[in-house]
């Protein structure tokens, strides 16, 4: 059965930081693009940034610089550090793998605020 669990979200000021970690299992994880996504309330599900399976990385315009993802094949783990965030970051964050199958997780909640 596949299975794709965040944690690591909350409410964090801004400037704050926060590390969302994404839990697979029941499929090839190294085999797979791992990506993030958002949804903020009211808005269409946008992608943050993605990681190849060869390493590879890209980002949304709007977190170069202050988001990197990064992923553990031994742990079946990807994982986005978010630093100096905005009121702007807040959102649902979502895990998303994309390979022979195409996988999304149910989110987690990052809000930004004073």
């Known amino acids: 059965q596949v299975q794709l669990v965040e944690s690591g979200g909350g409410l964090v000021q801004p400037g704050g930081s926060l590390r969302l970690s994404c839990a697979a299992s029941?499929?090839?994880?190294?085999?797979?693009?791992m990506s993030w996504y958002r949804q903020a309330l009211g808005k269409e599900r946008e992608l943050v940034a993605v990681?190849?399976?060869?390493?590879?990385?890209n980002y949304a315009d709007s977190v170069k610089g202050r988001f990197t993802i990064s992923r553990d094949n031994d742990k079946n783990t990807v994982y986005l550090q978010m630093n100096s965030l905005k009121p702007e970051d807040t959102a649902v964050y979502y895990c998303?793998?994309?390979?022979?199958?195409?996988?999304w997780g149910k989110g987690t909640m990052v809000t930004v605020s004073s």
């Open positions: 990681i190849t399976s060869g390493g590879s990385r």
């Open positions: 029941g499929f090839m994880f190294s085999n797979y693009a």
């Open positions: 998303k793998a994309r390979g022979p199958g195409t996988y």
